[in-house]
């Protein structure tokens, strides 16, 4: 087994985003152990940095921010991340298969989190009824932290959003810590006809 890691344009994406956030933003930066800030800043775009890195900082802003303004720090991630050249490959080949739709875009996440993580469990995306199920399964009990889910939920409501729908998602992660599984239930309303698609 291997050290769980982040790919390094996660994290300075997350770290901009951070900074962007404003004041407890950078609250939460300053307040991060300068060894994980400098193991996230030293890393390339392609290369892997230690997940207690950008666990531990997002940790900190979801405890000085709350989950409300955390959810939307990892959506406006989510929402430009699609625009570095690192992902543009995987957003232009979901469009291509799928289509410019929500549910389009939220199936491409399986594969995304199969480039950016290592150790992190599998993410799986399965059609649910008027909507889409994302499930995180076999995730090690060292990344069982409670902003993960967190994360993913978020990355749930942007997709869809950039899909063009009004994101309506719940999450489960009851048990999450003591069984490394959770799920996000995505479902949305056309922005322009305010009708429940898939």
Known sequence: ??????????????????????????????????????????????????????????????ALAGEQDYLALWRDYTAGSH???FFQGLYASALRIFGRTPVGLVRWMGRAWEVTTREHGQVVVEDDGDGVRVRLLGCPPAVRVP???????????????????????????????????????GRWLLAEHGATVR
Request: aromatic fraction near 4%; include cysteine; proline fraction near 6%.
């Open 83 to 85: 625009q570095e050249s």
């Open 1 to 62: 087994m291997g050290v769980p890691s982040f790919r390094g344009i996660v994290c300075h994406g997350g770290l901009a985003t951070m900074r962007a956030a404003g004041p407890l933003g950078l609250r939460a930066i300053a307040e991060l152990d300068p060894s994980h800030l400098d193991r996230i800043e030293r890393t390339s775009k392609l290369g892997w940095v230690p997940a207690e890195c950008l666990h531990a900082l997002n940790l900190k802003y979801f």
């Open 147 to 185: 902003t993960l889910p967190l994360t993913m939920q978020a990355t749930v409501q942007a997709l869809i959003a950039l899909g063009g729908g009004v994101p309506q998602v719940e999450l489960d992660a009851d048990g999450f810590e003591r069984t490394g599984a959770c799920a996000i239930a």
